[in-house]
């Protein structure tokens, strides 16, 4: 699963496949390929291991054109990656597809398949489909009705690109759980999984929804939908441009990149979640077999990954009822860690090639544990290629060094391994769905919280002429707190602490003055009553309170109190990322009114590469 690229021109296709894939490679991948009917009317596929210019490189030696194609980047889930399980599959009589999701009856298939004397070639539930197809088109005819015939046998998510040689004037899509998009130009249409893959040959999209089949035509494009009716869907244009990777319209990166997490947080989880379950493949073919036997959670990272790993530990503690520990990597490996039997080691990276985290990795390969995840941005990084498991966070190129859509996309990830660990643990499938319903929530409750920009660029205005801040939070918001002061500390270079708000009587208390501005995130969850009354110590010693806190938490504004009320109905699963979004916003705008470098700050690397 990773980027789909699709045409129907009557120009050579080749190119506009090629380039699409470029702008997919962000997502990540481990090979490539295309399939293309040429003027001679056969279907030739060409497929490489590793990067997009591998498969450019290979186009050299052999050139391939024509008029219809398809094309793919692969991130395995099902098999090693390889050249024999690179997309586009291809079955009997020139039939060829690529695929996007998790099919999870594809054993099932595949047996029937073989008694039938189909013979496999690689390790996909892939080919699995690119075969059932074939065996519709037998008895059915058009390769349209054999894909409704194929897809009504499928159980998980998929995104369908359908090319066949025997009919080279159109594709067949189909969508369930994972995007898939058809761009319109003039006389030739484009299909993707992802918009930026199309914006240099058209600005015009229909997106096809739930259960959707669709043929798309050089100059027609023909939807059914999931009971069968043809229906029209949108023509929308986007407002994005060919340059996306640009910071325009926004005057930063950091900026541009906070106000992408409800897209970051979307990709993170498509084709992981469908119909209120987590997909069993979702971390992999080995997590199966491995995540029922984890007794102990033992999670390593630094800087704002580690703030990302302790907010896994209260939910894998509380929810999953098993063992966690959270550890900076610098630290870990130079002390002699105890291992407790069946231990999973997670660490967590942006790049994925953090020297500390990945030495620490490579000193837990020898340490005993049950097996490796890595939690990371970068595909091709060091630390996903020597984990045994992966979950890609899907962030996108994150170009302000002060990270914010990456830690909120860790977190996401990070709460699907609950989910998983959770389901293998006791949970039953109504937790699974009550789970899965608040993570699908959380795009559309990051948009309305960034809604409070102008409110918090206001409120910036009351920290420029300080020196210090404190941040306080409890329970799993406590690591959100030190996340808000290490963005206020990095960009505007105010020095910013965070405590547990309990911990302020044994000491921080002693900083508090008229000149301290205090912040807390004050959800309403069963530790609120506790926050008051710390924040009530705060207040008696004459500090100023700056809260972000639910509409219904009773904490109203007053002298020296300063309350930003969050969106309703935030619940303990998203309360994190949530309450994270304010603390970025207030931490960029304070930067602004201080003049300093928000995207790129001092003494400040976007991957710190050296011990």
Same mark, same amino acid.
């Given at each position: %699963?990773?980027?789909?690229?699709?045409?129907?021109?009557?120009?050579?296709?080749? /190119?506009? !496949?090629?380039?699409?894939?470029?702008?997919?490679?962000?997502?990540?991948?481990?090979?490539? *390929?295309?399939?293309?009917?040429?003027?001679?009317?056969?279907?030739?596929?060409?497929?490489?291991?590793?990067?997009?210019? %591998?498969?450019?490189?290979?186009?050299?030696?052999?050139?391939?054109? *024509?008029?219809?194609?398809?094309?793919?980047?692969?991130?395995?889930?099902?098999?090693?990656?390889?050249?024999?399980?690179?997309?586009?599959?291809?079955?009997?009589?020139?039939?060829?597809?690529?695929?996007?999701?998790?099919?999870?009856?594809?054993?099932?298939?595949?047996?029937?398949?073989?008694?039938?004397?189909?013979?496999?070639?690689?390790?996909?539930?892939?080919?699995?489909?690119?075969?059932?197809?074939?065996?519709?088109?037998?008895?059915?005819?058009?390769?349209?009705?054999?894909?409704?015939?194929?897809?009504?046998?499928?159980?998980?998510?998929?995104?369908?690109?359908?090319?066949?040689?025997?009919? /080279?004037?159109?594709?067949?899509?189909?969508? %369930?759980?994972? /995007?898939?998009?058809?761009?319109? *130009?003039?006389?030739?249409?484009?299909?993707?999984?992802?918009?930026?893959?199309?914006?240099?040959?058209?600005?015009?999209? @229909?997106?096809?929804?739930?259960?959707?089949?669709?043929?798309?035509?050089?100059?027609?494009?023909?939807?059914?939908?999931?009971?069968?009716?043809?229906?029209?869907?949108?023509?929308?244009?986007?407002?994005?441009?060919? #340059?996306?990777?640009?910071?325009?319209?926004?005057?930063?990166? %950091?900026?541009?990149?906070?106000?992408?997490?409800?897209?970051?947080?979307?990709?993170?989880? #498509?084709?992981?979640?469908?119909?209120?379950? !987590?997909?069993?493949?979702?971390?992999?073919? =080995?997590?199966?077999?491995?995540?029922?036997?984890?007794?102990?959670?033992?999670?390593?990272?630094?800087?704002?990954?580690?703030?990302?790993?302790?907010?896994?530990?209260?939910?894998?503690?509380?929810?999953?009822?098993?063992?966690?520990?959270?550890?900076?990597?610098?630290?870990?490996?130079?002390?002699?860690?105890?291992?407790?039997?069946?231990?999973?080691?997670?660490?967590?990276?942006?790049?994925?090639?953090?020297?500390?985290?990945?030495?620490?990795?490579?000193?837990? =390969?020898?340490?005993?544990?049950?097996?490796?995840?890595?939690?990371?941005?970068?595909?091709?990084?060091?630390?996903?290629? $020597?984990?045994?498991?992966?979950?890609?966070?899907?962030?996108?190129?994150?170009?302000?060094?002060?990270?914010?859509?990456?830690?909120?996309? #860790?977190?996401?990830?990070?709460?699907?391994?609950?989910?998983?660990?959770?389901?293998?643990?006791?949970?039953?499938?109504?937790?699974?769905?009550?789970?899965?319903?608040?993570?699908? $929530?959380?795009?559309?409750?990051?948009?309305?919280?960034?809604?409070?920009?102008?409110?918090?660029?206001?409120?910036?205005?009351?920290?420029?002429?300080?020196?210090?801040?404190?941040?306080?939070?409890?329970?799993? +918001?406590?690591?959100?707190?030190?996340?808000?002061?290490?963005?206020?500390?990095?960009?505007?270079?105010?020095?910013?602490?965070?405590?547990?708000?309990?911990?302020?009587?044994?000491? /921080?208390?002693? +900083?508090?003055?008229?000149?301290?501005?205090?912040?807390?995130?004050?959800?309403?969850?069963?530790?609120? $009553?506790?926050? =008051?009354?710390?924040?009530?110590?705060?207040?008696?010693?004459?500090?100023?309170?700056?809260?972000?806190?639910?509409?219904?938490?009773?904490?109203?504004?007053?002298?020296?109190?300063?309350?930003?009320?969050?969106?309703?109905?935030?619940?303990?699963?998203?309360?994190?990322?949530?309450?994270?979004?304010?603390?970025?916003?207030?931490?960029?705008?304070?930067?602004?009114?201080?003049?300093?470098?928000?995207? @790129?700050?001092?003494?400040?690397?976007?991957?710190?590469?050296?011990?």
């Amino acid at each position: %699963m990773c980027g789909i690229v699709g045409a129907v021109a009557g120009r050579d296709v080749v /190119p506009v !496949l090629i380039e699409g894939l470029r702008r997919l490679e962000y997502r990540g991948y481990d090979s490539a *390929g295309l399939a293309v009917v040429g003027s001679n009317g056969k279907l030739t596929r060409l497929r490489t291991v590793g990067k997009v210019k %591998m498969l450019q490189e290979a186009l050299e030696g052999t050139p391939v054109a *024509g008029h219809t194609g398809i094309a793919h980047t692969r991130w395995a889930t099902h098999g090693v990656p390889s050249e024999r399980n690179a997309h586009p599959h291809i079955s009997h009589d020139g039939l060829a597809i690529v695929h996007n999701g998790i099919i999870e009856n594809h054993d099932e298939l595949r047996e029937e398949l073989r008694a039938s004397g189909y013979v496999f070639t690689s390790e996909t539930d892939t080919e699995v489909i690119a075969h059932r197809i074939h065996h519709h088109l037998q008895t059915l005819g058009d390769l349209f009705k054999a894909v409704r015939a194929t897809v009504a046998e499928l159980e998980g998510a998929y995104a369908l690109v359908v090319l066949s040689e025997n009919e /080279p004037d159109r594709l067949i899509l189909a969508r %369930m759980g994972c /995007p898939v998009v058809i761009g319109i *130009g003039s006389e030739e249409n484009f299909v993707a999984s992802d918009v930026s893959a199309l914006l240099p040959v058209t600005r015009q999209f @229909q997106f096809l929804e739930e259960g959707d089949i669709a043929e798309v035509r050089r100059n027609s494009v023909r939807i059914l939908d999931a009971e069968g009716n043809g229906v029209e869907r949108e023509l929308k244009q986007s407002e994005l441009s060919a #340059q996306a990777a640009e910071k325009s319209p926004y005057s930063h990166f %950091m900026l541009k990149e906070i106000f992408e997490q409800p897209r970051a947080v979307a990709d993170t989880l #498509q084709e992981r979640v469908a119909n209120g379950r !987590l997909l069993e493949a979702a971390f992999g073919h =080995k997590a199966a077999e491995l995540f029922p036997q984890v007794e102990y959670v033992s999670i390593v990272a630094c800087g704002t990954s580690y703030h990302s790993g302790i907010v896994a530990q209260y939910f894998i503690e509380q929810i999953c009822r098993i063992p966690c520990r959270v550890e900076i990597a610098s630290e870990y490996r130079y002390r002699h860690a105890v291992v407790p039997r069946n231990s999973l080691f997670v660490t967590i990276s942006q790049s994925g090639e953090t020297a500390d985290t990945l030495a620490a990795l490579r000193s837990a =390969k020898h340490a005993g544990y049950l097996a490796t995840l890595a939690i990371c941005n970068m595909p091709e990084s060091s630390l996903v290629r $020597e984990s045994d498991l992966t979950m890609l966070t899907r962030a996108g190129m994150e170009i302000g060094v002060a990270s914010t859509k990456a830690f909120t996309t #860790q977190i996401t990830a990070l709460s699907l391994l609950v989910i998983a660990l959770a389901k293998t643990h006791g949970a039953d499938a109504e937790r699974e769905r009550s789970l899965v319903t608040r993570l699908v $929530e959380l795009p559309g409750t990051i948009e309305k919280t960034l809604a409070l920009d102008p409110v918090i660029r206001k409120l910036a205005e009351r920290f420029v002429q300080k020196d210090h801040a404190l941040f306080l939070g409890r329970g799993a +918001l406590y690591p959100i707190a030190m996340e808000g002061a290490l963005k206020l500390k990095e960009i505007s270079y105010i020095h910013a602490e965070a405590y547990a708000a309990g911990e302020l009587k044994h000491g /921080p208390l002693a +900083l508090v003055d008229g000149n301290m501005p205090i912040v807390a995130v004050a959800p309403n969850n069963d530790l609120l $009553e506790k926050l =008051k009354s710390n924040l009530m110590e705060v207040r008696a010693r004459g500090g100023e309170l700056y809260v972000f806190a639910d509409p219904e938490s009773g904490i109203e504004p007053s002298d020296g109190v300063n309350v930003i009320h969050m969106p309703r109905h935030v619940s303990y699963f998203q309360s994190p990322i949530i309450y994270t979004l304010p603390l970025q916003l207030l931490a960029f705008h304070v930067a602004i009114l201080r003049g300093t470098d928000v995207d @790129q700050p001092r003494n400040l690397a976007k991957s710190v590469t050296v011990e």
